[in-house]
């Protein structure tokens, strides 16, 4: 089956002053897709989704839902789209279940249908229970999913969630991760930002990876991964490296090595068959007088893939 693009985004940008935080960013997301925003803090995701929800004024560039263009009818798209932003936005003052009735009326609703959807709401989010508690009593993580379910009252096509798994306990973040899922399995577009590359991985189906406000590549996180070298990689902690040592280190591993970084105090050696290499690791470090103190070989990760369009780790 062909796929339908529900949202589109064409050379959009933003400058605060003279930098421009936002650089011509184009991409489209599908229905049924989960499409993850992968960048370091200060990215631009955040500014990116402000402008998709028409919360920002872009410089340059379309944005279109279903074919409809966001700046010429804003009214007609608004509808269409749920915001759950980083940070909790609830009222504490309220019941968990007359919040989300609240809200659902203010988009239209009718006090049955906003009751109604209350339920199925409190319901996915795992907050049954909780319903007739004041919000303000409820965990840090509760509040989170409420805060979720708040940007669903109204049944948007395309939910955008900022840092979804920011701050959340262990249970919350299986339970968000699944509730994702089924809006994916229901034809739902959702667009997700995170610095966290363990969570783009787990649940998009594309990752767009941005750096400086430009997108670096879009593609599948299997597929970024593939594309940022062969094998595994071969992890290494130093205790330390003499002063200026650093460039001539890396250039001592022979060429087998297709990668050669030094990433927040950690060695990172790329290499088909790469345990093979181990006892090459060991000599070269002799040789620089350097220890060691643990040695991983590990998968390649979507930080891999970020470390090598920029040279940089995601929490730098
Ligand atoms: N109102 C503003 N005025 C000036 N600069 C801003 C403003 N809002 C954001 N910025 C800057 O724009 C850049 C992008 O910020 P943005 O919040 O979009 O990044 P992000 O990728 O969402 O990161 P984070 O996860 O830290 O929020 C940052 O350098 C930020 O300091």
Request: include cysteine; proline fraction near 3%; glycine fraction near 10%.
């Amino acid at each position: 089956m062909e796929k339908e693009i529900f949202l589109s985004v064409d050379g959009l940008s933003k400058s605060y002053g003279s930098t421009r935080v936002v650089d011509q960013v184009s991409f489209s997301v599908f229905r049924g897709e989960v499409f993850g925003l992968l960048g370091p803090n200060g990215a631009g995701k955040t500014t990116t989704i402000s402008m998709l929800c028409g919360l920002l004024k872009a410089d340059a560039g379309n944005v279109a839902y279903g074919g409809i263009s966001i700046s010429a009818h804003y009214r007609q798209v608004k509808g269409m789209i749920g915001l759950c932003p980083q940070d909790i936005v609830i009222w504490e003052k309220l019941t968990c279940s007359e919040q989300l009735k609240f809200a659902g009326m203010s988009y239209g609703l009718a006090p049955k249908e906003a009751g109604k959807r209350a339920g199925y709401l409190l319901e996915a989010l795992g907050l049954t229970d909780k319903k007739n508690k004041l919000a303000g009593t409820l965990s840090g993580g509760m509040q989170r999913r409420l805060n979720i379910a708040l940007a669903l009252v109204h049944d948007p096509d395309l939910i955008i969630l900022d840092e979804p798994q920011a701050g959340l306990d262990p249970q919350s973040r299986v339970l968000v991760r699944d509730f994702i899922r089924q809006l994916a399995a229901q034809q739902k577009s959702v667009l997700l930002t995170t610095h966290d590359m363990d969570e783009a991985d787990r649940l998009s189906n594309r990752v767009a990876i941005i750096d400086h406000g430009k997108i670096l590549q879009i593609d599948t996180p299997e597929r970024l991964k593939e594309k940022s070298g062969k094998g595994d990689i071969l992890q290494v902690r130093l205790s330390g490296i003499p002063a200026g040592q650093t460039d001539k280190l890396l250039e001592a591993f022979p060429p087998v090595f297709t990668e050669k970084k030094l990433v927040d105090g950690l060695l990172l050696l790329g290499a088909s068959h790469v345990i093979e290499h181990i006892p090459t690791v060991n000599q070269t470090l002799k040789a620089f007088r350097i220890q060691m103190e643990d040695m991983t070989i590990r998968k390649r990760t979507l930080e891999d893939a970020f470390i090598s369009m920029t040279g940089r780790g995601l929490r730098e």
